[in-house]
């Protein structure tokens, strides 16, 4: 079974400021990896799939790379709607990895 | 746009089946996979599994045992069924539409969870 797992557990940063997300796999996904936002009491949302891909309507600050077992997701000038929680997935057994929690400095 | 809705019993309980239903409109159910994703309060998503229009089914193996997923396209929709339910079982529950995208070349495939409903909390307790 592919384990995923997101680093840090919750990241720090002021609004307009660069976040730099990392997720990693126990084993290569290739580039079958997908990042969602979710904010509080609301269902996921889709940014990135394909490992870099966005989603359609998602804002250019969100950008993703990697492939195999390493992963980034990077917002490059966070807005106060940008903070949320991340996840990623991989899509070769769909398992979650457990999220990071980007919150205001 | 394709909208998705969960419905069923928000309270069931112990060592009872958990049933819900999903409903797709704005588009047809055919020709995809539907997810069944579930998050207890306060802590991350774990994905159960999915289900093909044709019926076909992949789960997760922690919950395999338990799990039965189907799909009724004359209605579009598709169901979830969890047995031997116990606290643990609580959580918000969502479905979700897994999208495919064309890629470079001649790929052809997932893309995540690009559609969701906006959840159901199910409460398992006597």
């Known amino acids: 079974e592919i384990v995923m797992t997101q680093s840090p557990a919750t990241l720090s940063v002021s609004p307009g400021e660069r976040a730099t997300l990392s997720c990693r796999a126990s084993q290569s996904v290739s580039s079958n990896l997908a990042w969602y936002q979710q904010k509080p009491g609301q269902a996921p949302r889709l940014l990135i799939y394909g490992a870099s891909t966005r989603a359609t309507g998602i804002p250019a600050r969100f950008s993703g790379s990697g492939s195999g077992t390493e992963f980034t997701l990077t917002i490059s000038s966070l807005q106060s709607e940008d903070f949320a929680v991340y996840y990623c997935q991989q899509y070769n057994n769909w398992l979650f990895g457990p999220g990071t929690k980007v919150d205001i400095k | 746009q394709v909208q998705l809705q969960e419905s069923g019993p928000g309270l069931v309980k112990p060592s009872e089946t958990l049933s819900l239903t999903c409903t797709v409109s704005?588009?047809?159910?055919?020709?995809?996979?539907w997810s069944w994703i579930r998050q207890p309060a306060g802590k991350g998503l774990e994905w159960i599994g999915r289900?093909?229009?044709?019926?076909?089914?992949n789960y997760n193996p922690s919950l395999k045992s338990r799990v039965t997923m189907s799909v009724d396209t004359s209605k579009n929709q598709f169901s979830l069924k969890l047995s031997s339910v116990t606290a643990a079982d609580t959580a918000v529950y969502y479905c979700?539409?897994?999208?495919?995208?064309?890629?470079?070349?001649?790929?052809?495939?997932?893309?995540?969870?690009?559609?969701w409903g906006q959840g159901t909390t199910v409460t398992v307790s006597s």
């Open positions: 979700a539409r897994v999208g495919y995208y064309y890629g470079s070349g001649s790929y052809y495939g997932p893309m995540g969870m690009d559609v």
């Open positions: 704005g588009g047809s159910i055919s020709s995809y996979y």
């Open positions: 289900i093909y229009t044709s019926g076909s089914t």
